[in-house]
T-cell receptor, first 116, second 119 residues
Framework: AQSVTQPDIHITVSEGASLELRCNYS??????LFWYVQSPGQGLQLLLK??????LVQGIKGFEAEFKRSQSSFNLRKPSVHWSDAAEYFC??????????????FGKGTKLSVKP | GAVVSQHPSWVICKSGTSVKIECRSL??????MFWYRQFPKQSLMLMAT?????????EQGVEKDKFLINHASLTLSTLTVTSAHPEDSSFYIC???????????????FGPGTRLTVL
């Protein structure tokens, strides 16, 4: 069955340090991959997505992610974390494309804490 | 991006009562809306897909008679938790697909969620 795994439940980094959040997927076909951020009181916000083409994807807020087919991974990175980046991050894969419903399958999320 | 609102943001109710949660797309018409449920420290689990003017499609294991979904207009979908019990306490999140953006896969905009507590 298709699944998304985020191995790290909680990560703490210092402000200004680099960040990498891991995501692995299990999906037979070429996946459509997403990273969302969830802040308290706010809806999930799309950070970036990968459909095809360049495997290094740039997103909003200075985030990027790299699709590695050989490792079935789509890790999220940011070179310098800001205190406002503290939130819950979800990796997701969509089942189907085109005329399908495009239902999202989410990982369990990684909570990011930022130390001053 | 497009804005999706939910109301209420939190609700507390007694066991056995019914609760209605509204999901609205504020600046676009959403032909498809989704309802998710999120448990603490868990991922979002899709409950159902709601298409305007037709019956919702429920995921396996979701009781359609308990979680009534109505998508009567292109900007509003409602989820009614009927005869709520403490185990229904959860965080309910809706999303709406914006058909203007073309691809069907990347156009879900999420509401802020509704925290339901059943006593």
């Amino acid at each position: 069955a298709q699944s998304v795994t985020q191995p790290d439940i909680h990560i703490t980094v210092s402000e200004g340090a680099s960040l990498e959040l891991r995501c692995n997927y299990s999906y037979g076909a070429t996946p459509y991959l997403f990273w969302y951020v969830q802040s308290p009181g706010q809806g999930l916000q799309l950070l970036l997505k990968y459909f095809s083409g360049d495997t290094l994807v740039q997103g909003i807020k200075g985030f990027e992610a790299e699709f590695k087919r050989s490792q079935s991974s789509f890790n999220l990175r940011k070179p310098s974390v800001h205190w406002s980046d503290a939130a819950e991050y979800f990796c997701a894969v969509v089942l189907g494309y085109g005329g399908s419903q495009g239902n999202l399958i989410f990982g369990k999320g990684t909570k990011l804490s930022v130390k001053p | 991006g497009a804005v999706v609102s939910q109301h209420p943001s939190w609700v507390i109710c007694k066991s056995g009562t019914s609760v209605k949660i509204e999901c609205r797309s504020l600046d676009f018409q959403a032909t498809t809306m989704f309802w998710y449920r999120q448990f603490p420290k868990q991922s979002l689990m899709l409950m159902a897909t709601s298409n305007e003017g037709s019956k919702a499609t429920y995921e396996q294991g979701v009781e359609k008679d308990k979680f009534l979904i109505n998508h009567a207009s292109l900007t509003l979908s409602t989820l009614t938790v009927t005869s709520a019990h403490p185990e229904d306490s959860s965080f309910y999140i809706c999303s709406a697909r914006d058909p203007r953006t073309g691809l069907s896969t990347d156009t879900q905009y999420f509401g802020p969620g509704t925290r339901l507590t059943v006593l």
